[in-house]
C-alpha cells in the first residue's frame, strides 16, 4: 500500500535532506522512524530535496508498505522515533499512482529576513539577518521581473543538474511584518539555489547596492556568475507542494511568523 505524509523538520543540524555517506540527513532521520514501525526497510520519495541548512514546514513524502497499520499509528510511531528536530504531521493512505516529486504541481518555499541593525540570538539560523536598511517598495518593484516562464540560468548553482533552466514562477509576494520581511514564491519547480540567488539579487536591490533594473539584467543575462551572491540557506522554508485535487491532501499549515 502507498502512503503519503507531510513532514516538517528544521534543516539546522543537516546537510540536507538527501541521504548522504558521511553526514547527517533529514530523509535517514525519516526512513529509520517508519523503518521502526513497519518492522521492514522502508524507503521514502520527497517532492522536493531540501540544502544544507533548509528548512521544510510542509514537505510531502510517499512510501510503501505492507504493514497493516492505521494512519494514526504511522503517525504516532514515526514521531517516537523521529529526531527531535524532524516531525511527521500527517499520513494518509494514496493511490498507487501517486508520486511525491513526480505528481507535483508547484511548490512554494517563504525566505524570511530579519532587518534590524543587530543580529537575534534567539532567531539564530531560523532567518537570514540583513543590517543594511531595506526599501520594501524597491524589492517589490524588482521582484515583478521574475514572474512568469523564464530561463533561470542566473539564478542557479553552477552544479545544477537539471536538465532545463526554464521554470515558471507563478506568484513572487514582498511583504513586512515590524523587523522581518518575507519572500514568498510559488513556482512549478525549482532549480538549484534558484530561491536563495533570488533572494541575493533583491537584498541587493532592497539596500541600494542595485538598481531596480538591475535585476531584468541578470536575469537576461544567463549567466550565474553576473548573479550576485548566494543568500545564506537559514531563513529558507519549504512550505508547501500542490498536487491534483483527486489526490485530496490536507492542507498545507499555516506559513511560518516571527513579527
Not at 528548512?55 to 514521531?79: K, L
Not at 505528481?103 to 543590517?131: C, D, G, H
Not at 540567488?197 to 532592497?206: F, K, M, P, T, Y
Request: with cysteine; hydrophobic share 40%.
Amino acid at each position: 500500500m502507498r502512503y503519503a505524509a507531510a513532514i516538517e523538520y528544521s534543516g539546522t543540524n543537516y546537510s540536507g535532506w538527501q541521504i548522504q555517506p558521511h553526514a547527517a540527513s533529514v530523509q535517514a532521520g525519516v526512513e529509520e522512524a517508519l523503518t521502526h514501525v513497519a518492522n521492514h526497510k522502508v524507503e521514502v520519495v520527497c517532492a522536493g530535496r531540501t540544502d544544507s541548512g533548509v528548512h521544510a514546514t510542509c514537505q510531502i513524502i510517499h512510501f510503501d508498505s505492507n504493514a497493516e497499520r492505521s494512519v494514526y499509528n504511522w503517525v504516532r510511531g514515526a514521531n517516537s522515533n523521529m529526531p527531535d528536530d524532524v516531525v511527521c504531521r500527517w499520513v494518509v493512505n494514496i493511490a498507487d499512482d501517486f508520486h511525491a516529486r513526480f505528481s507535483a504541481q508547484q511548490r512554494s518555499y517563504r525566505y524570511i529576513i530579519f532587518n534590524q541593525p543587530q543580529r537575534s540570538a534567539i532567531l539564530e539560523r531560523k532567518v537570514t539577518w540583513e543590517r543594511r536598511s531595506l526599501d520594501l517598495s524597491l524589492i517589490q518593484d524588482a521582484a515583478s521581473s521574475l514572474i512568469g516562464e523564464h530561463d533561470f540560468t542566473s539564478f542557479r548553482t553552477v552544479h545544477c543538474q537539471a536538465k532545463s533552466p526554464v521554470r515558471t514562477i507563478h506568484t513572487l509576494e514582498v511583504t513586512q511584518s515590524a523587523a522581518f520581511v518575507y519572500l514568498d514564491i510559488v513556482a512549478n519547480a525549482f532549480l538549484h539555489h534558484m530561491v536563495r540567488n533570488i533572494a541575493g539579487v533583491l537584498l541587493e536591490v532592497g539596500c541600494k547596492a542595485q538598481a531596480v533594473g538591475w535585476v531584468q539584467e541578470v536575469l537576461d543575462a544567463r549567466d550565474r556568475s553576473k548573479g550576485g551572491v548566494t543568500a545564506p540557506p537559514h531563513g529558507l522554508y519549504l512550505s508547501s507542494v500542490t498536487y491534483p485535487p483527486e489526490y485530496e491532501l490536507p492542507a498545507a499549515p499555516t506559513l511560518i511568523n516571527f513579527g
